[in-house]
């Protein structure tokens, strides 16, 4: 994964433009850009000579005059070639800016054991994927109580580049990653691309999809949750069976090292590397990232026994899933070690093309109502869901004044579960009218008032973005759905998995309730594995759904099985 530094190889020049900060504080540095391209690895890396020059500061660096190089690298105990075997990431791209992460382990077979000890992590941003035009470097301490994780915020970078990046640890560098800083505010932006994607279930299969996300030349990757699974080792491929948590049996991870493991293992996945290393991640969590369908500070409905946890208890794995989480992911947050608290929603625009509302319905959603076993009852129980709420009043707040202060052509609303009513008879046609409580289906009154406000602030072109559903839909979306002759007021887009299960019935039983009582479903495909490719620009969106062939082989190929439009100034989505 990594290789070896080529010290002494040459100079590329000396001068400041790095910080060097403590755990959980990102670093921040300066810096200048002109395009590149994306050609990776360590054989790019060891053409590169790294030399001293690097500086450490509270404050911002001044832009960089000259270019600036590395500080001597020096060779640390523990610290072996596999050092960057969980590979590099980027995200939450701003003008100026961009986060880089990575991960110091172990070598995954054994050996030497990394540090117990804080360690210097070098990183350069250059222009090329050669790093011949170095415009920024720093060094980062990686502590072990944020499991040797870094997080980098490098400020001062041009608006709309496109960076590459990397790390070095000891004498050892790891891949190069790409990224792009987001087009000035305000800015007219002519097109902005990015994947949506959600539900990884490692065990399940394969992730080809992350391959055809890789080859994509997006500029953005929007995860919308369930990143890791929590489950018990169980696989029908031998090279795919969980981790073993510290108490097998319960199907669900406790302690800080079960999540820290877990992560560790997903991020080995190649697939998955080479996606983070394409393109900046914008991302959120849903439930299997701490425990299939918590709600708040209440754990998984039915749980009994062993299984079941008191708030006080499960405030405690939540606190090592949330610090797992932050460890892992190439986020701009802050975050105190130990907490079962971390605000993630936040928002991100994209010159006057886009703004990009990202959402937390999880941490604090009141809990599915009737508490059902599997949350799937009748969808009565979510219509009375007078109290329920799925973010919380606070950030209800931020979401409805940041879409009454916007100005962008589109206006995106990223969260976890399906916003439009989907409800089903168990024979279609006959009996009780159930639903999904997990979804807004379980919180109607907070749905409507949502829903509500995005037309009341008559915000431009408002789409959703969801996942969780392990299928991929396009909706029309309404205040009310049980009035279809009312107008439509937006548009949402569901992924289906990378890989994990569709576990509804089957297609056909799924487009027999559509047909009777979901007619806001324009488009729906559930035993595909893949993601969404969207692409916009002001006078359109357009959203390639994207399959897989199978989830058995690494390299099934991907294609596209429809694509979708929606015209600005036009609610609601046509076929291509």
């Known amino acids: 994964m990594g290789g070896r530094d080529a010290v002494g190889a040459g100079s590329m020049g000396s001068g400041s433009g790095g910080t060097r900060s403590g755990p959980g504080r990102p670093g921040r540095a300066g810096a200048a850009s002109r395009r590149g391209f994306l050609a990776g690895g360590a054989v790019a890396l060891a053409a590169a000579a790294c ?133 000035a505010a305000s800015a007219a932006a002519s097109s902005l691309s990015f994947a949506l994607a959600s539900c990884q279930d490692f065990q399940n299969g394969y992730w080809p999809a992350y391959n055809a996300i890789a080859a994509d030349d997006l500029d953005l990757v ?67 990232e701490t425990e299939n369908n918590y709600a708040g500070l209440t754990d998984e409905s039915g749980d009994t026994g062993d299984k079941h946890e008191d708030p006080a208890v499960f405030s405690r ?4 899933a949330y610090q797992a989480y932050y460890e892992h992911m190439p986020i701009r947050v802050g975050y105190v070690p130990g907490s079962p608290d971390l605000r993630l929603y936040r928002r991100f625009t994209f010159g006057d093309l886009l703004t990009l509302n990202v959402m937390d319905t999880r941490q604090y959603r009141t809990p599915q109502p009737g508490r059902v076993s599997q949350d799937v009852g009748r969808a009565s129980l979510g219509e009375n869901n007078i109290s329920g709420t799925m973010a919380g009043p606070e950030q209800e707040a931020w979401l409805t004044g940041g879409l009454r202060a916007s100005s962008t052509r589109w206006n995106v609303i990223a969260q976890q579960t399906m916003m439009a009513q989907l409800h089903a008879q168990v024979v279609p046609g006959i009996g009780d009218v159930l639903t999904n409580l997990d979804q807004n289906d379980g919180y109607v009154p907070y749905r409507t008032r949502l829903l509500s406000a995005v037309r009341d602030s008559r915000v431009h072109n408002p789409v959703v973005l969801s996942g969780d559903i392990h299928c991929a839909w396009v909706n029309d979306l309404r205040v009310d759905f049980n009035q279809p002759e009312t107008p439509v007021i937006g548009t949402e887009f ?37 993601y969404t490719r969207i692409r916009v620009s002001p006078q359109q969106w357009r959203a390639e759904m994207r399959v897989a062939e199978t989830i058995d082989r690494r390299d099934a190929p991907v294609s596209t099985d429809a694509t979708w439009v929606v015209e600005d100034g036009r609610p609601g989505a046509q076929p291509a």
């Open 494 to 530: 569901v992924c289906t998995s990378i890989s994990s299960g569709f576990f509804l019935v089957n297609e056909e039983f799924v487009r027999q309730n559509n047909r009777l009582l979901n007619p806001h479903v324009r488009y729906f495909r559930g035993e595909k594995r893949g």
């Open 317 to 320: 794995q939540r606190a090592a």
């Open 51 to 183: 030399s001293s020059g690097g500086s450490s500061g509270s404050t911002p660096a001044p832009r960089p005059t000259g270019r600036p190089g590395l500080r001597p690298a020096t060779p640390i105990p523990g610290v072996g070639d596999e050092v960057f075997s969980l590979g590099v990431a980027s995200g939450d791209p701003l003008p100026d800016g961009v986060i880089l992460w990575t991960r110091l382990v172990a070598a995954p077979s054994g050996g030497t054991p990394l540090p117990s000890s804080d360690i210097p992590v070098d990183w350069q941003v250059a222009t090329d994927e050669r790093f011949t035009d170095v415009v920024a470097v720093g060094t980062q301490t990686a502590t072990p109580a944020l499991a040797h994780s870094v997080h980098v915020d490098v400020r001062g970078l041009q608006p709309g580049r496109v960076y590459f990046y990397r790390f070095r640890a000891g004498t050892v560098l790891s891949p190069v990653g790409r990224t792009r800083t987001a087009p």
């Open 222 to 288: 929007v995860h919308v949750g369930d990143y890791i699974y929590e489950y018990d080792p169980d696989s029908r491929f031998p090279d795919r069976r969980h981790t073993t948590p510290a108490t097998p049996g319960l199907n669900q991870l406790r302690t800080l090292d079960d999540y820290r493991n877990r992560y560790a293992q997903y991020k080995t996945d190649p697939a998955l590397q080479a996606a983070h290393a394409a393109a900046a991640w914008v991302v959120t969590w849903d439930d299997h």
